[in-house]
């Protein structure tokens, strides 16, 4: 099913940021990065000049704002979702963003880019192409190392701490954490890039990748007072490791609780977790996490990973203007990916089937703008989709299904390598 709807132009050429809108990114970047404190570190930067690529870290929106102080006033353009396009599509081009479909193979992407260093800008990029869910990193696209090769400029990393922290995926409230921390690091010069392997390549910028947002916080001894500090995140701790029940989790204040056997947690102005009773499973939330991907990988392994057939309903994003509801259907996420189906406004048919070797990972989002729940953002080339399971006729958690996405695709690859 394709319907007729107006498409974004993906093929537009990237405009190079306009002479006048250069000084206002910094006006509305600035009063944040002054707010929180931000320390900026260079490494090998300190005279790097345009085109360069910069590889960014993504945590929060304020990542954005500490990439425009670290590379002002130097032009750039900056790869963004097209959901970031809703409603200011000229502003955001006239700024110099390019539009991205999240998690698809797109060669125009690439072309963009060739233009923004052929025109002696900043490619900015961040790879992880979505919010960390847990503040640790995100994968990373296997492509990135080919990519940064293909460009032939400088590659730099810009890693930012505090700011999931601060405001966390799961619960956006601005908790005023400072100083934030910023590493600006030279890791490639063109000469050194030219020499070195793709898989090197890939290597060094996993490498540089490697942060964990609550192990800076403790690290760093800065306590967050927020009394709604826990509130959300059941999002992304969905297990309880006491009687292992799945989706049952619930967060109020400051504990987290499980709604099936009644345990609860606090969690603490350092962010760790102590249980209000027995024995603390997991106080980094991290390593939480991670035991709940570990679990999601052995069913993977097994062969029963399955979502089960989840009723939905579905948004489209065709263009930058609005979402539109293309109808209700059903999710199915297994071990042959994700499948969608249904019928659309008009009573025709739609679908949409991910296979596992598509998706290396994919986007959720946690009660989209505040109003909407909990989603699962699909893409094609010339389409977005923004699937809803319904809540009150079904329990899941988008969060297993990111991590299962995950999994899927690393079994896949294992399997082929043998």
């Not at 059903?330 to 296979?355: A, Q, S, W, Y």
């Amino acid at each position: 099913m394709k319907k007729e709807f107006e498409r974004f132009d993906m093929k537009k050429p990237p405009v190079r940021t306009k002479w006048y809108l250069r000084p206002l990114t910094w006006l509305l970047s600035m009063p944040d990065v002054w707010k929180h404190k931000n320390i900026l570190h260079k490494e090998g930067t300190e005279g790097l000049k345009a085109p360069f690529v910069l590889l960014c870290n993504h945590n929060a929106f304020m990542d954005f704002k500490v990439a425009t102080k670290a590379i002002f006033p130097m032009r750039a353009n900056y790869v963004v979702a097209i959901d970031g396009f809703i409603g200011r599509e000229q502003l955001l081009r006239n700024v110099g963003c390019i539009c991205k479909r999240k998690f698809t193979n797109d060669t125009m992407l690439v072309r963009q880019l060739m233009r923004t260093v052929k025109n002696g800008d900043v490619a900015v990029i961040y790879p992880e192409a979505r919010y960390s869910l847990c503040g640790t990193t995100a994968v990373l696209p296997e492509s990135l190392g080919k990519l940064c090769k293909l460009l032939k400029v400088p590659v730099a990393v810009l890693i930012c701490h505090g700011h999931h922290v601060n405001s966390p995926f799961w619960n956006l409230h601005d908790r005023g954490v400072k100083p934030t921390e910023a590493e600006y690091k030279l890791l490639y010069t063109a000469e050194e890039l030219a020499s070195a392997p793709v898989d090197e390549i890939n290597r060094k910028i996993v490498e540089a990748f490697q942060y964990d947002d609550f192990a800076w916080q403790k690290e760093k001894g800065i306590r967050v007072t927020y009394k709604g500090r826990a509130e959300g995140l059941h999002k992304i701790l969905y297990q309880c490791p006491a009687c292992r029940a799945e989706f049952k989790m619930r967060s109020k204040g400051t504990i987290l609780s499980c709604g099936a056997c009644g345990k609860d947690w606090a969690m603490t102005e350092l962010s760790e977790l102590r249980a209000v009773k027995g024995e603390t499973e997991f106080s980094h939330i991290p390593d939480w996490y991670e035991w709940e991907r570990a679990n999601v990988r052995r069913e993977v392994e097994a062969g029963t990973y399955s979502s089960g057939v989840l009723p939905v309903h579905v948004d489209t994003l065709p263009n930058a203007k609005k979402f539109i509801r293309l109808g209700n259907g059903t999710l199915v996420h297994d071990m042959n990916g994700f499948t969608v189906r249904g019928t659309d406004v008009d009573g025709d048919p739609f679908e949409m089937i991910k296979n596992v070797p598509s998706l290396y990972s994919c986007h959720i989002e946690y009660e989209y703008l505040g109003k909407y729940g909990d989603c699962v953002d699909l893409n094609t080339l010339e389409d977005t989709w923004y699937i809803y399971p319904e809540p009150d006729k079904c329990e899941f958690a988008v969060t297993k299904m990111a991590i299962a996405t995950e999994e899927l695709y690393e079994d896949y690859r294992r399997k082929q390598a043998k």
